[in-house]
């Protein structure tokens, strides 16, 4: 049963566009959601998060929507750059607590 | 650099073996979790400690085990290893607590390889 969905494997985009990544849920206890981003042979780093109080948070070129009524969530990457390709994971926890992952978007940025 | 340490970067051994691997967490960092990846698949949580206190527990398998020392390290044992073992194993800390809205960082892994 997979709490936290990611249903694009993949996804690629021109440098200097917007990279919009989404991510659903399934748990209504979840009340704060995270945004990771993974190179190869090194662990998740920590990009955004959002609680569940807001709808949009921003940090320079990453913003994160909440839709709570529609579970779902997206990160936008605006303007997107060649050092963004990475593997994106969606995170979601309840009460602070069992931080759920979903299974990642590929996302390619092409020069 | 998260601030978290795992040791050892990889580990290769046999079936039936056991092995450790360590986790240092981010400085002032109260609780650390254990993660395991297989595969180029999502994180599958395993474990959560806090304070040297188990606080909750994922999909970890009976031959698994894991502690957190006075020290806030903490050592995720697994034993009579299989080949489906094989993955990275990642530990991330947190400041911890209940209801604490604060973001998991990761360590680099431990690449385990079963043979």
């Known amino acids: 049963d997979q709490q936290v969905k990611q249903n694009s494997p993949s996804l690629s985009v021109q440098e200097g566009r917007i990279s919009i990544l989404n991510c659903d849920y399934t748990?209504?206890?979840?009340?704060?959601f995270l945004w990771y981003k993974k190179y190869p042979a090194e662990g998740p780093t920590f990009l955004i998060s959002?609680?569940?109080?807001?709808d949009k948070n921003e940090d320079g070129r990453f913003t994160v929507f909440l839709n709570k009524s529609a579970k779902h969530l997206s990160l936008h990457i605006v303007p997107s750059q060649p050092g963004d390709s990475a593997v994106y994971f969606c995170a979601a926890s309840g009460n602070g607590q069992n931080f759920v992952f979903g299974p990642g978007t590929r996302l390619s940025v092409l020069p | 650099d998260s601030g978290v340490t795992q040791t050892p970067k990889h580990l290769i051994t046999a079936t039936g073996q056991r092995v450790t691997l360590r986790c240092s967490p981010r400085s002032g960092d109260l609780s650390v979790y254990w993660y395991q990846q297989s595969l180029d698949q999502g994180l599958q949580f395993l474990i959560q400690?806090?304070?040297?206190?188990?606080?909750a527990k994922g999909n970890i398998l009976e031959r698994f085990s894991a502690q957190q020392f006075p020290d806030l390290h903490s050592e995720l044992n697994l034993s009579s290893l299989e080949l489906g073992d094989s993955a990275l194993y990642f530990c991330?800390?947190?400041?911890?607590?209940?209801?604490?809205?604060?973001?998991?960082?990761f360590g680099n892994g431990t690449r385990l390889t079963v043979t």
């Open positions: 748990n209504s206890m979840f009340d704060y």
């Open positions: 959002i609680s569940s109080i807001k």
């Open positions: 400690y806090y304070n040297g206190e188990e606080r």
């Open positions: 991330a800390s947190s400041q911890g607590g209940d209801a604490d809205n604060s973001p998991l960082h």
